[in-house]
């Protein structure tokens, strides 16, 4: 399975930038999906998660600001972020987690670069 995130970019205070994470095949078997975020020099941190049943998740964080969704039939994640601020400024990564009789698999994206300017 391959996961390519895409939509990063430059955006100012107060803005607003949509990410997206492709996956190379059905993402309706996948148990949960999420997006994930690196800043310099911090650890990977765990932005939000959505289940297969559609039930989501977010860091405090970002609760309120962002939206995390997916679309099966276009087998892409998406992560709408609004009222971005510096500290957003990170590199996002989109995740996936399959179970299959017993078994985990877990995949990641290659991640896009978010940076917002004060």
């Known amino acids: 399975v391959q996961l390519q995130a895409s939509g990063g970019g430059l955006a100012q205070a107060g803005g607003s930038l949509r990410l997206s994470c492709a996956a190379s095949r059905s993402i309706f078997s996948f148990n949960v999906m999420a997006w994930h975020r690196q800043a310099p020099g911090k650890e990977r941190e765990l932005v939000a998660d959505?289940?297969?049943?559609?039930?989501?998740d977010y860091a405090d964080s970002v609760k309120g600001r962002f939206t995390i969704s997916k679309d099966n039939a276009k087998n892409t994640l998406y992560l709408e972020m609004n009222t971005l601020k510096p500290e957003d400024t990170a590199v996002y990564y989109c995740?996936?987690?399959?179970?299959?009789?017993?078994?985990?698999?877990?995949?990641w994206g290659q991640g896009t670069l978010v940076t917002v300017s004060s």
């Open positions: 959505i289940t297969s049943a559609g039930s989501t």
């Open positions: 995740r996936a987690d399959q179970v299959v009789t017993g078994l985990w698999s877990r995949y």
